[in-house]
């Protein structure tokens, strides 16, 4: 199967650039927040916002190395494994845009930057990213982990996937 490494190598730069964004604003948060005590688990808590760009951090790096290995196979002329790896490198980075939903408001510049461009990337991953990072953007506070988990899994047992 043939492989289009400009469009690999567009959507790695782009990854690249949202990983240096995410971690800025890790960073910024850890020194905003310190330690965070164990028992802080409200959605938007402290606690729960480190864990969120902990969690987006590592979906873009995990997506940033599938592209990588996939641009590496391509180049090399390995088709098996080419393919094996784009296949990968399309699949949606778990935990983005979700590990905003932990996050406290307003959102940092550098995570609302890095989720745009990640949204821009809607075609690659097969779509579904895009609206998931507007519906993320649009959220006005954080929305996990839920206060009332039987409510919660009542509404996702009904969600219309």
């Not at 990968?88 to 778990?94: G, T």
Request: glycine share 12%.
């Amino acid at each position: 199967m043939l492989h289009d490494l400009g469009e690999l190598g567009r959507v790695g730069r782009v990854l690249y650039e949202v990983m240096g964004l995410l971690e800025d604003e890790r960073k910024r948060l850890e020194q905003l927040y310190g330690e965070t005590p164990a028992d802080q688990c409200a959605a938007g808590s402290p606690r729960q916002t480190l864990h969120g760009i902990g969690d987006l951090t590592r979906g873009v790096s995990d997506a940033l190395r599938y592209v990588a290995l996939a641009l590496g196979y391509v180049a090399l002329g390995l088709d098996a494994r080419a393919d094996h790896a784009v296949k990968m490198a399309r699949m949606k980075p778990v935990s983005v845009p979700s590990g905003v939903d932990r996050m406290a408001r307003p959102l940092g510049a550098s995570t609302v930057r890095a989720l745009e461009l990640i949204g821009q990337l809607d075609d690659f991953f097969g779509g579904g990213i895009g609206m998931a990072v507007e519906v993320t953007l649009a959220a006005p506070q954080a929305t996990y982990p839920p206060d009332d988990w039987e409510a919660y899994q009542r509404q996702q047992m009904n969600r219309p996937d």
